[in-house]
């Protein structure tokens, strides 16, 4: 079954920081590009990074200087270092391989419901 499995969210202080781990089976990311997504509460799917195949990556304007997305191959996973965690940042984030649209390299939308059950991360003081 083609699925991806994210882990490592939390809750932690403004400031704080947290990497996210997504686990992908039956399917090598190697090939793919591959994105995180997150739902605040009451809100829609937002667009958060995408990690190219190609090695290049690309990040929501919210986001950028703040996280940082990475893959390891071997292990068929996706990560997102989050750092200086904002109270906005808090979410249920989500790895996604398939639904992301992108207008260009520096927008992009979510098209369908992610796979996986995602990981709660929570920012507050």
């Known amino acids: 079954e083609v699925k991806v499995v994210e882990s490592g969210g939390g809750s932690v202080q403004p400031g704080g920081s947290l990497r996210l781990s997504c686990e992908a089976s039956e399917f090598p990311i190697s090939k793919y590009w591959m994105y995180w997504v997150r739902q605040a509460p009451g809100k829609g799917l937002e667009w958060v990074s995408t990690d190219g195949a190609d090695g290049r990556t690309y990040y929501a304007s919210s986001v950028k200087g703040r996280f940082t997305s990475s893959r390891d191959n071997a292990k068929n996973t996706l990560r997102l270092q989050m750092n200086s965690l904002k109270p906005e940042d808090t979410a249920v984030y989500y790895c996604?391989?398939?639904?992301?649209?992108?207008?260009?390299?520096?927008?992009?939308?979510?098209?369908?419901?992610?796979w996986g059950q995602g990981t709660q991360v929570t920012v507050s003081s």
């Open positions: 996604m391989r398939d639904g992301v649209d992108c207008a260009n390299a520096d927008y992009c939308y979510v098209t369908s419901d992610p």
